[in-house]
């Protein structure tokens, strides 16, 4: 409704103008129609968003979670046991999923080690040099992101320029590869953050603070692009209780019946 009331209102007021523009109405019209792609936009301008187009993640974690209570059935839900067990299995659940999760971290843990040693080997130029700093702290899929965007580093040039606004020095990265492309603007402020996509959906080093910054920078990197062995949770030191101490929580006994022959 409140699009709607907007929409209108935009309308007469473009049509209301003493000279009315038709190229201006129908540019808002188009944009009038594209408002699929409004979220998209939206999403996208939301740190860490990761080019996710939606909430994939709460959606798979639902679907698993019935999908364990039912036995492996999917698409419907015959769960109705006592709410305490509800809690026990949605913890055994949760236990599970995270020995799996660790098992995943410590074969992350391995192909960092594996790729530390390969770059030990290679000569020591200064690419090398930034990716044995990289490898030394990130973990795989991370340092995966990381050493491609680091690849694409030399395809960039830099241009200073001085913003007419501010009279702030600006560097601005150019793709040569794509010179219409728009450039992405970096202050030369130490803290300062390039605002581009990739940069904002990761959380990380984009190609772009590469080029300005001089490679590898740990601290311009969130605490989940870094190695860890294990995931820590409330769970840890949890142990599933025995069904005679469930039964017991719930005030279940079983009645022993007598039978008459």
């Known amino acids: 409704m409140e699009y709607d009331y907007i929409y209108v209102a935009g309308k007469n007021l473009l049509h209301n103008q003493p000279e009315i523009n038709g190229q201006l109405i129908s540019v808002f019209e188009t944009l009038a129609c594209s408002k699929i792609h409004y979220a998209e ?3 996208a301008e939301i740190p860490g968003n990761r080019g996710r187009k939606g909430s994939p993640i709460s959606e798979s974690n639902r679907s698993s979670v019935l999908s364990y209570l039912n036995d492996g059935v999917k698409g419907t839900n ?3 046991e006592h709410p305490i067990l509800l ?4 913890l055994t659940r949760q236990q599970t999923h995270v020995l799996l999760t660790n098992v995943r971290l410590h074969n992350s843990v391995q192909h960092m080690r594996l790729e530390q040693v390969r770059l030990k080997n290679q000569p020591d130029i200064i690419f090398i040099k930034d990716l044995r700093l990289a490898a030394s702290k990130l973990n795989h899929e ?3 992101r ?3 965007c680091l690849a694409r580093s030399p395809l960039y040039l830099i241009n200073k320029v001085i913003d007419e606004a501010t009279n702030e020095a600006i560097l601005c990265v150019q793709s040569t590869e794509h010179p219409d492309a728009p450039p992405s603007k970096i202050t030369m402020d130490v803290n300062s953050r390039c605002n581009c996509k990739d940069r904002i959906a990761e959380q990380d080093m984009c190609v772009h603070e590469m080029v300005v910054k001089g490679g590898f920078l740990p601290q311009l990197f969130q605490e989940r692009h870094f190695q860890r062995t294990c995931v820590s949770g409330s769970l840890n030191g949890w142990i599933p209780p025995s069904k005679e101490k469930v039964d017991e929580i719930i005030g279940f006994f079983p009645v022993v019946l007598e039978v008459t022959l």
């Open 146 to 148: 990381y050493k491609s």
């Open 142 to 144: 991370a340092y995966l």
């Open 78 to 80: 015959t769960y109705q």
């Open 87 to 90: 809690v026990r299995d949605l």
């Open 41 to 43: 936009f939206c999403i």
